[in-house]
């Protein structure tokens, strides 16, 4: 991805510089360039609803029986929420403050938004009030797939797996199993469909600066600088109070202890492949009870995703200044709330976020091509964020087992 980025780029720098407006660069762009990456976005977009459909009801499902479960999954689930929540906040902040996507000039804007394929223009975000919360239940589901309403899909996904949790019959599991397969297959897809992006990132990054020129790299610069500082604020800040204050432990002795998790997510760039790391970490290394730690990891690598929904939310303020779409303060609110509930269902595997980006870019107002631009820089970043990932599973078992041991000395 990172090659076809710089060779996508620099080719359309050196084009945008030798032939302002040649004709023939124009046909290049139109007729071969931006069709071909086009094409890579809508397998990225043909996936978002069975990923969504499949994703999110596991998630909850696995929860289990929160009556079942108790005080662990009542703590671990409340924690992550306060956490994530914490996390996307903290991105949206620096965003806002440092307005990363902001700095072109009129006239580049509106060239930027020529480029957009007919009817890919920015829409007009959706009201956001009495009516949003009334439009979250779907009267028909078929219809809200058909239409692409996406935060209703999301709502059913939800109400779907807290019913896959609570029914414990034997069809309900043959639905459950129903879901797993799809996800596999949805997953397999969008593997196959990730080891296209850098030709689909080459021929992106080429029309964009054959057309711009150089100032996109420079905005998307600034976009990986206040990723990454987001992220290490959460890791060694944020994650910092919490094992000391919550977990009643020396952050000092938590990170030299998880040191061997943490480098194994950079690498892998996966939560669920650094899971049995983690496991042996939090019983060998922390001394965590093993049934509170085998619990909270196992759910907390689908569902205490706090390093993406940080990603997510500066992601998408990032793009929407990009296009220069304005987004109140109440439609940042909602960012957030999707962002922390896309945690739950977003799958521990690279590139697992980016179908909800597209699907929050859409629900909007930002045209979701806009994801093209920062596919050449996320396998970096995605490695940054799955660190937070895990780092935050630990703390949050952390947390949980100091009130296990309070609860035990209690009875």
Known sequence: MLIGLVAGASAGVVAH????????????VSQVTEPLGRIFLRLLFMLVIPLV??????????????????RIGLRTLGYSAAVSACA??????????????AGFD???REKLRASLPSGAAPAAPGAIGIDLLVNLVPQNIVKA??????LAVMVFSVLLGIGLAAVRSEPARRLEEALQGLYGVVMWLLDRVIRLAPIGIACLLFSLTARLGGDVLRQLGAYVLVVVGALAIQQFGVYS????????????????SVRAAMLTAFSTASSNATLPTALLVAEQELKLPTHVSRFVLTIGSTANQNGTALFEGVTVLFLAQFYGVELSLAQQIVVVSICVLGGIGTAGVPAGSIPVIVMILGLIGVPPEGIGLILGVDRFLDMCRTTVNVTGDLAAAVYVSRGESRDAHAA
């Open 53 to 70: 459909l499949t994703a999110l009801p596991l998630g909850v499902a696995g929860l289990g029986d929160l009556g079942r479960v108790g």
């Open 145 to 150: 797939l058909a239409e692409g309403d996406l």
């Open 241 to 256: 109070l919490s094992v000391r204050f919550l977990g009643g432990m020396s952050p000092l002795f938590f990170f030299r």
């Open 88 to 101: 996307v906040l903290l991105g949206v902040a620096m965003v806002n403050v440092f307005q990363p996507g």
């Open 106 to 108: 009129p006239e580049t």
């Open 17 to 28: 510089a030798l032939f302002p407006g040649a004709a023939f660069l124009d046909t290049l």
